[in-house]
């Protein structure tokens, strides 16, 4: 018999395995018909459910390819990050170097990248020190000391002034009113464990050198009830330069530096001077740095082995299984690896021919597609001893660079849409300039700054400061050198690149270091302005280069920015190019300045295609999985629409059963009374012919 019931608590609900068969709140009991209703429900739905079950694998292998994908998206990414090791324009890690000093107690050395690999010997006469003198002594830190004004400077730097009044007129009162002066000059109290008299004011340069003396302008009063006039006549400590001599011949110099770091010595060597002693000769030894260089290489060739790998594992067949891989058949997966392997093999156009591929330094391709590299061939090319093949060689053969035929412009950065090989003629019609402010009055053979003339508004590069000149007494040259040490110093100022200068006829100029319609200097105001020569809102600006290039006889536009000449975005080879212009007006004659030829190495080339695949908004890689879920989202739809379809039939299928089994139900109470009934005709039909 069947009864309508919720399914929730009915202990009479069939089991089944279809999608949603219980959620009808139909149950039978077969208790009417016979029939095993589930089974037949089952098997009428069969068909529909497989359907189901197939769009889901469907939906899982689909998956599994898009996370499969996004482990490619990530060894591509590492592979990237390696190949941009070697891409780099400049300070290639190809073209880092190793200095070694053969005597690390007094020198020690570095080597920017690309210095030129050489031995280089010389003697350390001096080290830099910075200018020590010290006070008499006296009982204790809080002695004492008369009043008055204190003045101290470091070499030509401004001097610096220091009221000694009733709140700090002890000796620890005077170290701390130096200190608190940025003058250059630290002060310290000091105790040399004498028994009587022991404390002493030691005052230090701030800055080493010969021409860095502390000198003291002291009018402090003389001794009186008890308070003692310090004096500083105790040269601690000379101030000294450093000094190094190269040779020992009649043709042997020395170079003086007032910092113990020598820059510029040898060509990109740092040398750091720690002690120094004239019997001794040092050497230092610039070389390639092989490890770092092969390190990098062998990154960059593991991590595309990898990714190899992968493609390969993906795209077998096992036939014990009969299980594919998951890249097996997959065009994406193929083309991606395809790309990369042409970018590897490529000949890098503009390098000599032994060093124009990869197999020239001992890299080369395997029947698997995967890299193998010839260690000691590739040891040789990096430290220069490969025939044929500079150091420099292998840094062009990775990365992207340019050269150029005149000093006066030089390779700056190409971006992915220059092309690379054909030759650039630079064309400059116009030099950049900076701005140059000359003061319109002379300054006078003496000049006295006080409280009335002593601040000066200007103008740097759009960024304004106002400096205050030390007062006393000065010369054109002195006043120069303080107001370039006063704008040094100036924290809104001291960021901005400016030279002050003096010309032939004592006019002050204003020259600000950089290049460009942003190159400005303005004189603002202030009271000093006068004495300076100069009339508020006086102003110079800049200009910057202008000019085009021509490839193949076809002049492509730029636009100047400062020294930077660029190509525009539109133009067909020189997009993104951009060359630094450092000729002068003077220099600047008509036709072609320079010729630069961009090289993209192997490194640099193969970053562009996986930028292709990379790309977060428009890359390969984002659009095959965007592909992927596309085709996930859509099966998912199916998925849906189909078990709201199938539960719609089953709820159908349960429904007519249970009218059915409710039919027969009827009929079978029906035929039961009929039975009855005809039981009881018969038994009176029977009773009746008895009696008669």
Not at 279 to 301: G, L, N
Not at 461 to 475: E, F, M
Not at 605 to 623: A, D, E, I
């Amino acid at each position: 018999m069947a009864s309508v019931s919720p399914v929730s608590g009915s202990s009479t609900t069939p089991t089944s395995s279809l999608i949603g068969l219980n959620t009808s709140g139909i149950s039978f009991t077969g208790l009417s018909s016979g029939l095993d209703t589930n089974s037949i429900v089952q098997g009428l739905l069969a068909v529909d459910q497989a359907k189901i079950a197939q769009l889901t694998n469907n939906q899982k292998k689909i998956t599994n390819e898009q996370t499969a994908f996004k482990g490619i998206e990530a060894q591509l990414l590492a592979l990237q990050n390696n190949a941009g090791r070697l891409a780099s324009t400049f300070n290639s890690v190809i073209d880092t170097r190793t200095a070694t000093s053969s005597n690390t107690d007094l020198v020690t050395a570095s080597a920017s990248s690309g210095a030129p690999p050489g031995v280089y010997s010389f003697k350390v006469n001096s080290i830099a020190q910075p200018s020590q003198i010290a006070s008499q002594g006296f009982a204790s830190a809080t002695s004492a000391i008369t009043l008055g004004t204190f003045q101290f400077q470091v070499g030509s730097g401004a001097a610096s002034s220091i009221t000694i009044d009733n709140t700090n007129n002890t000796l620890q009162g005077l170290a701390d009113a130096i200190n608190n002066l940025t003058g250059g000059v630290t002060a310290s109290v000091v105790n040399d464990g004498s028994a009587t008299q022991p404390y002493h004011i030691l005052l230090s340069s701030n800055k080493s050198g010969a021409a860095n003396a502390i000198t003291i302008t002291n009018n402090l009063a003389a001794d009186s009830g008890g308070a003692v006039k310090p004096t500083f006549t105790t040269i601690v400590q000379a101030p000294t330069d450093a000094s190094i001599t190269l040779g020992s011949g009649a043709g042997a110099f020395t170079i003086t530096s007032p910092t113990n770091q020598l820059n510029g010595a040898f060509n990109g060597v740092t040398l750091n001077l720690l002690g120094a002693d004239t019997t001794k000769t040092v050497t230092v030894t610039v070389a390639s740095d092989t490890k770092t260089s092969t390190k990098a290489v062998q990154d960059f060739v593991q991590s595309y082995n990898d990714f190899i790998d992968t493609i390969n594992t993906g795209s077998t067949f096992d036939q014990q299984t009969g299980t594919a891989g998951i890249f097996l058949g997959n065009q994406n997966a193929s083309q991606i690896a395809n790309s990369l392997t042409n970018s590897l093999s490529a000949v890098v156009i503009g390098l000599q021919t032994q060093a124009n591929r990869l197999s020239a330094i001992g890299i080369t391709l395997n029947d698997h597609g995967k890299l193998d590299i010839d260690q000691t061939k590739l040891t040789q090319a990096i430290s220069g001893q490969l025939p044929g093949v500079a150091a420099g060689d292998v840094a062009r053969l990775f990365s992207l660079s340019g050269k150029s035929n005149n000093s006066g412009v030089t390779f700056v950065f190409a971006g992915d849409k220059t092309k690379s090989g054909n030759p650039v003629q630079v064309n400059v019609t116009q030099a950049a300039t900076q701005a140059n402010l000359a003061a319109s009055n002379a300054l006078s053979n003496s000049i006295t700054i006080d409280a009335t003339n002593n601040t000066f508004g200007l103008t740097v590069d759009g960024k304004p400061g106002t400096i205050t000149l030390a007062q006393g007494s000065y010369t054109p040259q002195t006043l120069v050198t303080e107001l370039q040490n006063e704008i040094a110093g100036n924290t809104s100022l001291s960021a901005t690149k400016i030279r002050v200068g003096l010309d032939s006829t004592n006019h002050v100029t204003l020259t600000s270091q950089s290049y460009g319609s942003n190159s400005n200097v303005t004189a603002s105001g202030g009271s000093a302005l006068g004495v300076l020569g100069y009339t508020a809102g006086a102003s110079a600006g800049g200009q910057n280069v202008a000019g085009n290039f021509v490839v193949n006889g076809v002049t492509e536009s730029a636009q100047g920015n400062g020294q930077i000449l660029s190509g525009i975005s539109t133009s067909g080879n020189t997009s993104g190019l951009q060359v630094r212009v450092s000729l002068t007006a003077s220099q600047i004659t008509p036709g072609s300045a320079a010729t630069v030829t961009v090289t993209r190495g192997i490194a640099s080339g193969l970053n562009q295609v996986l930028n292709s695949f990379l790309n977060p908004v428009n890359g390969r890689l984002k659009s095959i999985d965007q592909s992927f879920q596309d085709n996930v989202d859509s099966i998912q739809k199916s998925i849906d629409f189909q078990t709201v379809a199938l539960n719609a039939r089953q709820q159908s299928l349960l429904l007519q059963f249970a009218n059915l089994e409710a039919t027969i139900s009827q009929l079978k109470t029906v035929g039961n009374f009929l039975t009855q009934q005809f039981a009881i005709t018969q038994s009176s039909t029977g009773s009746s012919s008895n009696k008669l």
